[in-house]
């Protein structure tokens, strides 16, 4: 069980399988975030990133200080493209660097930043750091072959995400509609988290996307239990089978 909170949808990259483009662009507010940590009872793994580049918002190490003083463990996934003070690193307790390919040409059409500067910023933590220091590829069918030897060589965990099949990813990529094999969820049957989207709200998983299409948990449940898949959930891999996670 963890808590991952979206701080911001506000990015500085085009990734073409991402729908950040199509969501409202800002910053969780201060109290949001305080009043968010203030419910954890106990201390907990915080993620501390949805649909936006955590590193932006403005009060990020500040967030970190607050909940780090209430014992949480602070994990964040970033596109590496802005650096991280060496100093800081103690407060961060797992760092993501998003990384899909090295070759800076396959980078440019994917809307990512430059690889270059990420392996910059990666190593910088690296040198400090290499425990904790993990790395995501989004699998879209580029050689994967260069990166992972670069994982290999500096023997850091590599997870190699497939291409989200599910439809509220889907603005600029589309995949073959799959059979459903199962209505139920396990993100719903039991409480494996706790997402936040950037204005407060409350859901079960982190894989809805847009808050303004989101349905409560127990009206999901009940339409689930007809067989009937809501639009928050169409195409999710956990009703089609899809594995999103490979390492
Ligand atoms: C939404 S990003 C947020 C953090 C940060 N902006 C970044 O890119 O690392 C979190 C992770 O989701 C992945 N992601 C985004 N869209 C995806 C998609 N359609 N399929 C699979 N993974 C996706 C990203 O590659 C990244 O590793
Ligand atoms: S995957 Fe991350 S870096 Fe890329 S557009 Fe989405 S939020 Fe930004
Ligand atoms: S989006 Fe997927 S994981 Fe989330 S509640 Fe719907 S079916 Fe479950």
Redesign the pocket.
Known sequence: MYTQIEITTV?NAK?F??AHGTLAHKHMSWECFEKIVQTEKSPTMLLL?G????LLHPLFWEMTVYAKKRGHRISI???GSLPINPHSLFLLDEIGF?LDTLDEETVKKSGRTSPSQTIKHLLTCYSVVPKKIKL?A?NYGQDLEPLKAFAKAHNIALTI?N??PKKS?QAHYTTQPLPYVTFQCSYLEKEKMRYYFVDGTQAPCCYMIDVSKALPTKQIQALLAQKNVPSCCTQCGELTGVKRLYM
């Open positions: 990015c990734c399988y991402c990133q649909t936006g580049e955590p996934i970033t596109n998003s995501y989004v995400q291409l989200q990813y």
